[in-house]
């Protein structure tokens, strides 16, 4: 009984504060949501491409606003293929 009335709160506190933003926020907030999932796909892409299962995984279940999969796209991809090219 607790959980759902705790859940039920939770419910109405979220409904409260988004319906308390501007509309201006809001698009922010969805531009920066679809900004960070468009990020995410392609790391998720470019390590699948190099066979980079370590990393599939870590940027796949990790959330860190961007920022590993920005590190990922920018270092680490370009430096595997390097290896891997290197190595044929």
Same mark, same amino acid.
């Not at 959980?3 to 809001?26: G, K, R």
């Not at 920018?74 to 044929?88: H, I, T, V, Y």
């Given at each position: 009984m ?16 988004? !319906?308390?933003?501007?509309?201006? &926020? ?7 949501? @679809? @900004?960070l *999932? ?10 699948? *491409? ?13 959330? &860190? @606003? ?7 796209i920018? @270092? ?9 090219? !290197?190595?044929?």
């Open positions: 607790e959980n759902i009335e705790l859940s039920q709160n939770l419910e109405f506190a979220l409904e409260a504060y988004f !319906d308390s933003l501007e509309p201006a &926020t809001l698009a922010l907030l969805f531009s920066l949501l @679809l @900004l *999932q468009i990020v995410k796909g392609f790391a998720l892409w470019k390590a699948a *491409q190099n066979s980079s299962t370590a990393w599939f995984i870590a940027l796949l279940f990790l959330n &860190t @606003l961007g920022i590993l999969e920005v590190v990922y920018f @270092l680490f991809s370009k430096r595997e293929r390097k290896e891997a090219e !290197d190595g044929e």
